[in-house]
């Protein structure tokens, strides 16, 4: 599933594929005959207006995507964005929702969510490069560069956020070409409405995970709600349904194949936009380092957890989040092999390589150079970078030192991350201790990747934190400097929220050895930072170069770039479509409730129950029955160009209908994500298995009649 | 592949599927109106006589089929029907036909055959149930019933058998309920015409083996010879090219989807006309004790053999064999399963059993009640059956003793195998040992097998054999035994031809512990034989009553039952078809020349040449290529019904065309070779991908001039 992982990845400059793009709405007004040529014929600005219908009934769960279905702040998204704040919440020893599934009978019998879930909706979208780029020019140095774009935005952003119920963000598009400032409101009372069982909801878990044929429900419904001042407010009894500026309506009709549909939604990131170094050392290193990290990780797990301490519980999610990305890189491993990726990318990059020779400056190809080589050095500390750190225990307490430290400062001259606007965050990731952290398993995993660390040559690692770990005084010393640190007596969510309350002063006089820890390593931290900062920096400057080289390449063919993938709205078109991967093989364009049957085990992952097999042995197919398969359709593939975060994301046609909900990828073409490949195909869930689930096995009435069902 | 498999297996009574049945060609008249609906509009008399064009130019080659496709006696069969007694036998340390496969450029060039490589030509077909059934009754006991039946037919063949080209044979149909005799030519002198290279003829190996989707180029030609006035002789440079009655014409334009197809060829043997108890004995544990079995038997030669000293290639055609069987059975147990065969059984017994009920006379269903306890009983003895025996070195001494004690007889008094007739087949026997037995290997064979013998039960066991082998007194005593037995000084092809020369009294002389074992079980051996030919006599008496309700039965519904393949030729009908097994995902007919590119990988068993690749990546399709595909067909799906010994055969269009050669069927739809089921799919090698072969790759124009290629 495209769930968002929070370890993070990297497509290319290449020429772009037909469905290939994740637009920005402003930039559909260019692709009118791509869209004609797709299929779609209605008004072009219908689609390039962000704060018109359909856009305007899309939003943002943090990680997901969702839309408006209703006048009432209904909201359709992927079932797998709503288990943890959602299900597991209002799930415990007597009910427990992932089994039953949920449905909402009456408004008053909705569910609410955990602390933190929120929908948010865009209010404002701005470019604002000139003023983050202000007192700053091509020479300014990496440093001042760094400090003066962090001031920028500081303010910016304090100047935006005029209320509790506003966030403001500054996203970087093309690498720091272009910035924009996203006003959101964020709705902080979200109600459960409508769940499947899981077994619907996530039938062939882990096992069909990125495959396809795929016969997952994969919806659910929610319910915005505000004050009846219509300010955002916290759950409150009085608290009433959100009126969004539009929403969906559904379709029972459904997509055949062929059909244009566009899927509109917040992808999480992507990196697409890279020199060829990038992707060779991705494709032949990278990758496998990150595959090698992700299966020890999944290891260490196994290991160190158990069922009967409740450790198992703990890690549960960070486990499914490296098997489900462990899964993705490998897929893509595969995929760059199978396309031959490595071969097509430096026939693209030897034409750019062409183009710049003949057209740039002279100080544009320096640029281009200084950015090659910045990238070579970069690669050279990737490995470093991944195997320090790692014990949850020590960041906790380094973060706190920190906070400490800032916490003497103004707010407005505090770092981001440790002003007041931050301090509930830093609160919330303490209390979160207590369902993810085990001090056992943490020392262990831990010790693990530092005993990696312990091996890379000593001038890449960081010298006060390998001198105080003992890292080249062999293994003993290393784990007694660890056991000591880990006999601190803070160690759990109760005593760090105490240690957050301690002054600097009082942290300073400390003789715990985790806080003394963080304080012998803090000028070496925020060294550093600043050098990563500065190096961070020098690459914004370096990239928005390249990026302008690039755009000019794409122009002087007529064509369109389109920024990265940075969690705003985006939108990409495209049409309902099977494909062929293997010479005699096809994946047809739909899956059928037969194939619920056929892949029952009456086991998890597929163990469909009792009722739903007999509805589906008795052909109850109702009006959603769709001649062309013979049976009412699960899922279906469309070749849209979607990534982590598009989770959610209502795929629709060219009237503005909802007729699935974008939920996954194919593992096959999953490469797709790193770099467009035309076999690419999403997995979405069909609005008639929405709409049949609700009325046959769920007798939803209620919920069927406030959505506005389409024919 | 459709191998011939010596181990012998086990379809039912229910209602017939469209496609399914492996008919006598006079069984053809009575399917009219199914020919008809298939797409077959010509005269159906052209298809149901024997000797008449195209079956006339259907031959057997022994174990394969294969058809004459020029007028001068020019053959079509597939690669794997010609590896050993071609290839092989063609092949030294300096030419490896394999590898460079082969083409004939005049008729001298060609490569004579192996020892014994055979084309037979059926002369005659005569129903003969009466002669072979003479002076018995239904009363007459089961001892002399074998012994009446077995000299019934013995004195039919001697008497049909008039000159040494000419091979005689008693067939039983329906169990025994018909019995006709085949008089067929046997052409000795077969020549290899052409071959493909391993990497087209076997492209896939092992690993595509049952599997669709598929790229093999599994064809090869031969040419049959005959002495000037047309008597068939022995190789002989002045032989001449036999002028067979017809031949059949090869398509260059081939099949396309949905396309009417046939196959006329000798099917080995199925055993599809099971009581109930039969199947659910087969599925819940007859096929798991012959998975075993086979398994193990991998496991031995694995552990026992090796290359150095070159058991490891006497054993691979044995453990190849295994192989190839374990996968078919494996997959035949999953299919049976997913088909949930044994469920649509019961129910399919249940009716006939209620039709019983109520049409069949007392006396019927007496009959029917014996056979279904004397079916009990057998399958109590069928795993002692399996695993007694097992020596190769203790069987060919019992042979050669018994052949010493029959040698006393004259020649008409003999057992069947062991007439003058058969002397020859037992020296080529001894002979073959040279290269398919080794003493070590053996032993470890048939410790093993023993050892699991002697935990049977003992009453299932055969006591003097038991007695000399010590299975009671523990497995030292036992090894032992087995360690004297194969001190013998008869260990190889040599020692036992001299063996062949010894009288009985030489025999009864010998001290040599093999010859005294051979010796001491001779009784035995004798009594157990009668017993089973006794059962065997009940059972055909039994199992020919069964097939008379079963014929009322089907019957009464308008229905013709076919006889279970026995060697004889046979037609199936169908079409050309892909076929979808899993929900979401479907087989395409037909697979393409780029299909083995992207199956390429450079290693053995995908690694197409340089010359090839390069023919498929210039896109040179001339005039093979087929427009639905964009390409040349490599091979297609079609609904025909085939088993082991249809390899080779032609698939002919309505027009009698061959357009493809038969080679395997699906993994998944394998059950229907025991159980019919509507999914099966026969794989053929397209008519295209030989032509285009020949013409591009191989530029044999002397073989492309020669066939009557029509378009």
Chains 1, 2 share one sequence.
């Not at 070579?376 to 195997?387: C, H, I, M, T």
């Amino acid at each position: 599933m495209l769930k968002i992982i929070l370890l993070i990845i990297f497509i290319t400059n290449s020429f772009l594929y037909a469905d290939e793009g994740m637009w920005e709405p402003y930039q559909m007004k260019g692709l009118k005959k791509e869209l004609r040529t797709s299929g779609y014929n209605r008004n072009v600005s219908n689609v390039s207006d962000l704060f018109k219908h359909p856009m305007s009934a899309i939003v943002s769960l943090g990680g997901c995507s969702a839309a408006f279905v209703s006048d009432e702040g209904l909201i359709a998204t992927n079932y797998h964005c709503i288990e943890r704040g959602f299900l597991q919440f209002n799930s415990n020893s007597e009910t427990d929702l992932f089994e039953t599934g949920f449905v909402a009978r009456t408004k008053n019998a909705e569910k609410r969510s955990a602390p933190g879930s929120r929908v948010y909706v865009t209010l404002e979208s701005t470019e604002i490069t000139e003023q983050v780029l202000k007192n700053l020019n091509d020479e300014t140095q990496d440093i001042e560069r760094a400090k003066i774009i962090e001031k920028n935005i500081k303010e910016i952003i304090s100047m935006c956020e005029t209320s509790d119920e506003i966030e403001c963000r500054v996203r970087s598009f093309f690498s720091g070409e272009t910035y924009k400032l996203e006003k959101v409101l964020k709705i902080k009372d979200v109600r459960l409405v409508y769940a499947p069982p899981a077994h619907i909801g996530e039938y062939g878990g882990e096992i069909d995970n990125w495959m396809y044929p795929r016969h997952t429900g994969d919806f659910a419904l929610l319910r915005a709600y505000t004050s009846k001042d219509g300010s955002s407010k916290e759950f409150n009894k009085d608290n009433v349904p959100y009126k969004s500026n539009s929403f969906l309506k559904i379709s029972a009709k459904g997509v055949d194949e062929g059909d244009f549909v566009m899927v509109v939604g917040y992808p999480g990131r992507t990196n697409r936009l890279l020199t060829f170094n990038e992707i060779k050392y991705d494709l032949e290193i990278g990758f496998h380092e990150t595959v090698e990290f992700l299966k020890r990780g999944i290891e260490l797990i196994d290991k160190n957890t158990n069922d009967a301490d409740g450790s198992g519980l703990k890690y549960r999610g960070l486990k499914s989040g490296y098997e489900n990305y462990f899964k993705k890189i490998s897929g893509q491993i595969d995929g760059a092999e199978n396309f031959k990726l490595l071969i097509s990318e430096e026939s693209n990059w030897k034409s750019f390589l062409k183009f710049v020779e003949k057209e740039a400056s002279k100080n544009e190809k320096d640029y281009l150079d200084a950015l090659l080589n910045l990238v070579d050095e970069q690669q050279k500390e990737s490995l470093a970078r991944s195997y320090y750190g790692n014990s949850v225990l020590i960041s906790q307490a380094k973060r706190l030192y920190r906070n400490a430290v800032e916490k003497e400062k103004i707010d407005s001259e505090r770092k981001p991350g440790y002003q007041e606007r931050d301090q509930e965050k830093i609160m919330n990731r303490i209390k979160s201790l207590d369902y993810s952290f085990d001090l056992k398993v943490d020392k262990a995993i831990f010790t693990d990747r530092l005993s990696v660390y312990a091996k890379i040559e000593p001038s890449l690692r960081r010298p006060t934190y390998s001198k105080l770990l003992k890292l080249d005084s062999g293994l003993n010393e290393m784990n007694q400097a660890v056991d000591e640190i880990y006999s601190s007596q803070y160690k759990d969510s109760e005593s760090f929220l105490k240690m957050m309350e301690f002054s600097l002063d009082e942290l300073n006089d400390s003789t715990d050895p985790l806080i003394v820890f963080a304080k012998k390593t803090y000028e070496e931290s925020l060294e550093y930072e600043k050098k990563y900062e500065a190096t961070g920096a020098r690459r914004q400057l370096l990239k928005s170069k390249f990026i302008g080289l690039l755009k000019n390449y794409y122009e002087s063919s007529n064509r369109q770039l389109y920024a990265d993938a940075n969690g705003t709205l985006r939108v990409t078109y495209g049409n309902v479509a099977g494909v062929s991967l293997e010479d005699g093989v096809r994946y047809e364009p739909f899956t059928r409730l037969e194939g619920i049957v056929q892949k029952h085990t009456n086991e998890e992952p597929f163990d469909a129950s009792d009722k739903l097999l007999k509805l589906i042995n008795n052909k109850d197919y109702g009006k959603y029955f769709y001649e062309p398969i013979n049976s009412v359709p699960v899922n279906f593939l469309s070749t849209l160009d979607i990534t982590n975060g598009n989770s959610g994301s209502a795929t629709i046609n060219s009237k503005f209908e909802l007729v699935g909900l974008a939920f996954d990828g194919m593992l096959e073409t999953i490469i797709a994500d790193y770099k467009y490949i035309p076999q690419a195909r999403t997995i979405s869930v069909d609005s008639r298995y929405l709409l049949w689930t609700l009325e046959k096995l769920e007798k939803a009435d209620n919920i069927l009649e406030e959505l506005t069902i389409v024919n």
